[in-house]
């Protein structure tokens, strides 16, 4: 007997953004579904197109690592770790208390209200195999580069990797977020919306083969964020391409969503 899956339902009042008890039930062998908390039910081919690769976020899904406290040094007491983000255009320097070094790799925690470490995501630095680890537990998160403040009115650009996001905070004094992957699911969105204000600019910025994950975003975020843009980023990665040519293709979006939020909030 096969047991049913559980998600968050795409058809509640408001699509679940705030709500994370995964009352969808789906039965994909049986090819039926039916929501708990709305009551909605059918057969699986009315879900919504995105609906399996976006929406989907399992209860047991497991991390994939585990590293102790112990086997992490501070990037302050790492020259590897320093000398890696150098070479990848970013200062260590604001970094050093807040990501930590095992082995050949990188480890960037992620911290509960009560200031204690609740998971990390971990990046290899150099060999050979999977580069990143443990970015299952990373699917209700997002990134926030440590010590930023979003101020009221200032646009928040939404990337996809961690070093996207430092790099939009580094080279360009700009506020930004990682959604650390290309899962699309209302714990994201909802992050998103706490994060900022109601009136802060949105623009999307992500890799170059997650346009289409960037159009979903949109299309979840337009409707809740008036000032919300997509930036296609044809030369590369935005970490990838360096300071002028991100600078190029953010600031005429910048300066558009900004001449909006101004004119609506005065």
């Known amino acids: 007997m096969t047991r049913n899956k559980r998600y968050n339902c795409p058809f509640c009042p408001g699509l679940g953004l705030r709500n994370d008890d995964l009352a969808l039930s789906v039965s994909w062998e049986k090819g039926k579904y039916h929501c708990f908390r709305c009551g909605t039910s059918g057969g699986v081919r009315s879900l919504p197109p995105n609906f399996k690769k976006p929406l989907i976020l399992e209860k047991d899904k497991k991390p994939r690592e585990r590293i102790s406290m112990e086997d992490m040094i501070p990037l302050r007491q790492s020259s590897a770790g320093q000398s890696y983000l150098g070479v990848r255009g970013l200062d260590p320097e604001p970094l050093k208390d807040f990501v930590f070094v095992s082995g050949k790799k990188l480890v960037f925690p992620f911290y509960g209200t009560e200031g204690n470490i609740t ?136 300066s558009s969503v900004g001449e909006r939020t101004s004119s609506s909030t005065s």
């Open 119 to 254: 998971f990390y995501v971990t990046r290899k630095m150099w060999g050979s195999g999977r580069r990143y680890d443990n970015m299952e537990a990373a699917l209700r998160d997002i990134y926030i580069p440590p010590g930023t403040i979003l101020p009221a009115g200032e646009p928040l650009i939404i990337t996809e990797g961690i070093f996207d996001a430092l790099s939009v905070w580094q080279w360009l004094g700009m506020n930004a977020i990682a959604l650390l992957g290309m899962n699309l699911n209302s714990f994201k969105i909802a992050k998103i919306l706490d994060y900022s204000y109601p009136y802060t600019p949105l623009i999307i910025l992500l890799d170059t083969d997650a346009h289409q994950t960037a159009i979903d975003y949109y299309n979840e975020l337009k409707p809740l964020r008036r000032d919300t843009a997509i930036c296609v980023m044809r030369e590369g990665d935005p970490n990838e391409v360096g300071k002028e040519k991100l600078w190029k293709r953010l600031m005429p979006l910048v």
